[in-house]
């Protein structure tokens, strides 16, 4: 559960919010902001968390230990460190700052599908598709307690505000209310008679916003335990939710790009966001309620002004653009192609590392050489050199086929002319980096 303070809102609202975080080469499960709303932490499909710099706009750093897609992450309370969950079953211990993780806190027969840190910053809660529950200690001194009671995968997890019990709701239709330390059965709170894929407690400590796999949202008074309300606004089954800090206001994430914000005290749509190709995974107000950040299966996080209902920097056009020759269509073409490779590579020098190194000068450079970048293995070991025919072969072969054991995320070029467009265009657009910034 999240605590705000006087100065927590006062420094959120100086961040100088200006474009979409780019960084991750795929989906992105989970987003999260710290209390203090100047850093945020990213999960994602190509196994990495991004420790990002919000005033800045940038990667503080790119975080490798899971052997699959990240599911969820959440910061530790009081501390300079995170907790992230996997489809590989893991959940890890990271020290923010760190490449790889500090420590494995459990792991589950099954993929992770939430995690959750008690308040206190004690321990942490993660739910799992084999049913169970895990409470693992964050300081590695105390006793895992595993719980069970759902028929079947288990989709989200939260502590209460004081940390001594824990709700949790899943693929079996309950919503249930644990006590970790009694080792009690769970009370079933509530039976929804669909799949749960999310729930999130508000600030009141009273409503429980629950979503299944059908296009609404449930309002739930945890006191009598009753549905206060039954709301319909999403095309498409709700995914993400999340409740701002005033207890005021509550934003979900649909499965078809949607983003409705609505009112938490009687249950009225407010806005719709619309921005996502596909399904929005995570939604989360900034510390000063000002804005939202959503992530999702189009590889983007983006940032949504709550007073103009619009994305900030969606206008802004793409680093390619500028890279691409007048009159020259078949680097327009690459150009287009390009638009993946970029959520992870930059052209200039300038540009930094995202989940991927820059490609200035890529040309002639062997693999795993760009200084500050955290290689994998593999990529380290490798003494391929890229080339025209090197990087063909990667669109081609796929990476795993050209260097064997990599990380790097599938990205695939099926067409030949395709390939050609694209190899076209990086000679060119890196040219002409080169010619702006001088060899490097």
């Not at 590579?345 to 820059?358: K, V």
Request: aromatic share 8%.
């Amino acid at each position: 559960m999240r605590i705000a303070s006087a100065l927590l809102f006062a420094t959120a609202s100086a961040v100088p919010v200006e474009a979409e975080l780019i960084g991750h080469g795929g989906p992105v499960h989970a987003i999260v902001v710290a209390p203090d709303g100047m850093t945020a932490l990213t999960a994602g499909f190509d196994y990495s968390v991004i420790y990002w710099d919000l005033p800045q706009e940038r990667a503080r750093r790119l975080m490798y230990g899971h052997d699959a897609a990240v599911s969820d992450v959440a910061f530790v309370p009081g501390s300079s460190r995170a907790v992230s969950g996997g489809n590989d079953g893991a959940v890890y211990l990271w020290t923010l700052g760190q490449t790889e993780p500090a420590a494995l806190l459990t792991r589950h027969r099954g993929r992770v599908a939430a995690i959750a840190v008690a308040p206190d910053g004690s321990r942490v809660a993660s739910a799992g598709f084999d049913g169970l529950i895990h409470v693992a200690p964050l300081d590695g001194n105390g006793e895992l307690k595993v719980l069970k009671g759902h028929a079947g995968p288990v989709n989200a997890v939260q502590f209460m505000t004081h940390g001594a019990r824990l709700l949790s709701a899943g693929y079996d239709g309950t919503v249930r209310i644990w006590e970790p330390d009694a080792n009690a059965v769970p009370e079933i709170f509530a039976e929804v008679g669909l799949p749960v894929n999310k729930l999130f407690l508000a600030p009141d400590e009273r409503t429980l916003v629950v979503a299944g796999t059908d296009e609404a949202v449930r309002l739930f008074d945890l006191e009598s335990g009753k549905e206060r309300r039954f709301m319909l606004g999403h095309e498409a089954p709700v995914l993400s939710i999340d409740v701002d800090l005033d207890g005021k206001r509550f934003a979900t994430g649909g499965a078809k790009g949607q983003i409705v914000l609505w009112s938490l005290a009687d249950g009225r749509p407010l806005q719709t966001l619309r921005g996502h190709e596909g399904p929005v995974w995570s939604v989360t107000f900034t510390p000063d309620g000002r804005q939202l950040l959503s992530a999702g299966r189009d590889a983007k996080v983006a940032r949504w002004d709550l007073e103009s209902g619009r994305e900030i920097g969606a206008t802004r056009a793409p680093e390619a653009a500028l890279f691409v020759p007048e009159g020259d269509a078949l680097a327009a073409r690459g150009a287009e192609l390009f638009g993946t490779c970029a959520v992870c590579h930059t052209l200039a020098p300038d540009g930094g590392n995202r989940a991927g190194p820059t490609l200035f000068g890529v040309f002639g450079r062997r693999v795993g050489s760009v200084e500050g970048y955290p290689y994998s293995r593999a990529l380290r070991e490798s003494d391929i050199v890229w080339s025209e025919q090197t990087i063909g072969e990667l669109f081609e072969k796929g990476p795993e086929h050209v260097v064997p054991g990599t990380k790097m995320p599938l990205q695939r070029l099926g067409s030949g002319e395709d390939r050609k467009a694209l190899l076209h265009f990086l000679r060119a657009a890196l040219a002409e980096a080169e010619r702006q910034y001088g060899r490097n």
